[in-house]
């Protein structure tokens, strides 16, 4: 086989590859373990910050809807869904919600619009 780019010495990686925030490889299995954890490790690290502030209830709303789950929607919208890493996401936002202290609100209760009394 002629290598690509003879002149260039373009080298192919072997295992993968870092392209618009999102890594590549051969093996698709790979290709989403590794973007899963490195989200997974990021909305971890960045809650813990947030989580020494004071935040009420719908300040910690904002956070999560702004801040994390921004940084969420691109992987999962590029890459097919891992129902794990769904779990996972959920299961951090509400223990960050309710500080590890277990739900105060039911989880649809939560889900639900907010109505204003005016």
């Known amino acids: 086989m002629k290598p690509f ?4 010495a373009f080298k192919w990686p072997k295992c993968k590859v870092k392209a618009l925030g999102i890594w ?13 954890e490195e ?7 960045s809650l813990s910050c947030w989580e020494l502030r004071s935040l009420s209830l719908l300040g910690k709303i904002t ?3 702004s801040l994390m789950a921004s940084q969420l929607v691109y992987v999962l919208t ?9 779990k996972d996401i ?3 936002f ?3 919600l309710w500080s590890g202290k277990g739900d105060k609100i039911k989880r649809n209760t939560m889900k639900k619009k907010i109505q204003r009394v005016v």
């Open 94 to 96: 509400y223990d960050f």
């Open 63 to 65: 956070v999560l809807k």
């Open 24 to 36: 590549f490889s051969t093996k698709p299995s790979i290709t989403v373990k590794t973007n899963y």
């Open 39 to 45: 989200k997974l490790a990021k909305v971890k690290n």
């Open 90 to 92: 959920n299961e951090l």
């Open 5 to 8: 780019f003879p002149e260039k």
């Open 78 to 86: 590029t890459l097919p869904t891992s129902q794990q890493f769904i």
